[in-house]
């Protein structure tokens, strides 16, 4: 990723030189083609920086971000940027995401729309543009022919400004993605959107959730769709918009239209009740081309999922269907696994918070022992039980054709029982696909756990396994940890908030001693102690043989000591077999600084490390800890491998470390991505 990622975070007493150092790097830099500024006080002098490099000096920015919840550019920056828009022609992306620039900011980088030839990427919103300054950036469009994505969400634009921008639909030839979510647009505006859709030819996926188009606008939309027979549009998000039961039925309507290009169908959050569903399911019968559609909290209940279990019976084509939270019930569940059963097409299933119950898991279990398209299964937080785990874990263990590679059965109270059928079926079905399993919050303990890392120890499937939240304590962890000493499949396991207290981390540190597979491993539980976190920090410093390809590895100070990232900074200068490619430390003590700056300095040598994150909080009422920054400054002088750096520090961003920094950036020739956030505290 070539990028500068330059986040200056600042109190309201703070000032804005950090950033303005770094936008005026842009000025000499000939190889960053990405600046991201993010969430500070951005002072006229930095935007001005940034708008004559821009339009006079870079010639390599392709991708700029100001994206704030401080102080934005404000009228005056969004002014200075749009007159560097109307020259420069390297630019391709511009986001000013919550920066303030109303609508005499909105009306500046329309201008210079009319005449720009390099942008393909606009993201405006939350700015408060209103009305009129859609209207400017819809009489823009009518004339650009570049510009292929437009973002002017949370602005509230209102009728008059989806109005024009509809206007411009009707004509623009180049525009393919339009997202106007909460803009207040109303079914007014949305009927202006609608009619546009009647026409347009090359518009490919729209966003217009929570406006509250009502069963109006959506019947616009509809109908739009079913005159078009021209039209690309793939994408639509309608979410959050109270169409009710009537505007479902017109999207149902739309649906039936033969050849209809739609692929993707959000209607989340509408309210749509059965009758609205059962409109959806007509449609579904005969579509050949919707691949995806998500009606979540829509209140469809069971007599809705009744009708699109046997829509599913017949449809071809649709590959995911996203249920979630619409209290289906175990009598709606049965029907989607009886469509289960014989459909030949579905690939994703999501039906978490449904109330299923046992009885629901049961009829997807006898569903699994057949079903060999499947590959994702959501039944998150229905309270299926242990007998509900069992009878998904027997469709697992007899279906040796399945193709399920994703099962997210967390939050269903399976318990020790459930988790025991689970791991038989990891056990014995020698074909099984299964990539990834979340069993998170259900209450296994350490039965369950030690028979998950029996099955570990033969399984050769599973890749990523969630155990957060089980109460599996140090006997179960160690179980798990005896079986990543063979096991060579699995690369990403967490067990955080489990209890496993010293013995637990020391059981996985002898692990990781010949592991050479896992990639990223979470114990974060406080009850871990120094100790374990040690003996897992000790193991980088020895070991060349485990952990190598490991692509990430995070750990907490305050948990490993200072001992431990001393051992850590040991590992980054001698050893480069054994470390990760990305390695994360977050301190949360006094001792801290001492360990940060030994990290900082094993960079100067090290030639592996690729991605850093390092942060350090000073002490109460102690004194600042600039060390770090310098150090990890006067590394950046001669590290040739590292390319992103994540610095986070409540002691705050110096304006000398920023100029520092800045003039590092002007030697180093290989940090793509640069983040700095000051977490200031009282």
């Known amino acids: 990723m070539k990028d500068l990622r330059g986040y200056v975070q600042e109190s309201t007493y703070g000032d804005s030189s950090s950033a303005l150092a770094l936008a005026k790097a842009m000025e000499t830099n000939k190889t960053l083609t990405e600046l991201h500024l993010e969430s500070f006080n951005i002072r006229p002098e930095v935007t001005s920086a940034l708008a004559d490099a821009l339009a006079t000096k870079n010639t390599t920015l392709e991708h700029l971000v100001f994206s704030t919840s401080y102080t934005g550019i404000q009228r005056e920056g969004a002014i200075m940027l749009g007159k560097a828009l109307e020259t420069n022609t390297t630019l391709k992306a511009l986001t000013l995401g919550s920066n303030e620039i109303g609508t005499e900011g909105a009306v500046a980088i329309g201008k210079a729309l009319e005449t720009n030839t390099s942008l393909l990427g606009l993201r405006l919103g939350r700015n408060e543009i209103g009305p009129e300054g859609a209207v400017a950036i819809g009489k823009a469009l009518e004339t650009n022919t570049t510009l292929l994505g437009l973002y002017l969400d949370y602005n509230k634009i209102g009728p008059k400004g989806a109005t024009a921008i509809g206007k411009a639909l009707e004509t623009n030839t180049t525009l393919v993605g339009l997202s106007l979510e909460c803009s207040n647009i109303g079914p007014e505006g949305a009927a202006a959107i609608g009619k546009a859709l009647e026409t347009n030819t090359t518009l490919q996926f729209i966003r217009l959730g929570e406006n509250e188009i009502g069963c109006e606008g959506a019947i616009a939309i509809g109908q739009a769709l079913e005159k078009n027979t021209n039209t690309v549009l793939e994408s639509l998000e309608l979410d959050n918009n109270k169409i009710g039961c009537e505007g479902a039925m017109a999207i149902g309507m739309a649906l039936e239209t033969p050849n209809t290009p739609l692929q993707y169908l959000s209607l989340d959050g509408n309210d749509i009740e059965p009758k609205g569903a059962v409109a959806i399911a007509k449609g579904l019968e005969t579509n050949t081309t919707l691949q995806c559609i998500g009606v979540r909290r829509s209140g469809i209940r069971c007599q809705g999922a009744i009708a699109l279990g046997k829509a599913l019976e ?16 175990p009598e709606g569940t049965v029907a989607l696994g009886r469509a289960l059963e014989t459909n030949k097409a579905l690939q994703h299933v999501r039906l978490q918070g449904n109330n299923i119950g046992c009885g629901g898991a049961v009829a997807m279990g006898e569903a699994l022992t057949t079903n060999t398209t499947l590959e994702y299964l959501n039944i998150d937080g229905n309270n299926i039980g242990p007998e509900g785990a069992t009878s998904i874990g027997k469709g697992l263990e007899t279906n040796t054709a399945s193709l399920l590679q994703d099962l997210d059965l967390s939050s269903n109270n399976i318990g020790p029982e459930g988790a025991i059928a689970i791991s038989k079926a990891l056990e014995i079905n020698t074909t099984t696909m299964l990539r990834n399993l979340n069993l998170y919050d259900n209450n296994i303990g350490c039965v369950g756990a030690t028979a998950i890392g029996k099955a570990l120890e033969t399984n050769t499937s599973l890749q990523v396994l969630h155990l957060c939240h089980n109460f599996i304590g140090c006997q179960g962890a160690t179980a798990i940890a005896k079986a990543m000493e063979s096991n060579i499949y699995l690369h990403d396991l967490d067990l955080d908030q489990n209890f496993i207290r010293r013995e637990g981390a020391v059981a996985f540190a002898k692990a990781l001693e010949t592991n050479t597979t896992l990639q990223s491993l979470g114990l974060n539980h406080r009850e871990i102690g120094p100790e374990g976190n040690m003996a897992i920090a000790k193991v980088l410093e020895t070991n060349t043989v485990g952990m190598q390809g490991q692509s990430c590895l995070f750990f907490h100070t305050r948990r490993i000591g200072l001992e431990g990232a001393l051992a850590l900074a040991k590992a980054l200068e001698t ?68 390319q992103k750096l994540v610095l986070s520090s409540s002691d705050g961003f110096e304006t000398e470390h920023a100029m520092a920094m800045a003039q590092t950036l002007e030697i180093n020739s290989t940090l793509r991505s640069l983040t700095v956030k000051n977490h200031w505290e009282n």
Do not use: F, H
């Open 314 to 329: 017949t449809n071809t084509a649709l590959k995911s269907v996203y249920l979630d939270s619409n209290n289906i019930g």
């Open 575 to 642: 050893n480069s077999t054994a470390l990760p490619t990305e390695l994360g430390l977050d301190w949360k003590d006094s001792g801290s600084n001492e360990g940060a700056v030994a990290i900082s300095k094993a960079l100067e040598t090290n030639t592996t490390l690729q991605c850093l994150y390092l942060s350090w909080k000073k002490e109460m009422n102690g004194p600042r800890e600039e060390g770090t920054t310098l150090a990890i400054v006067k590394a950046l002088e001669t590290n040739t491998s590292l």
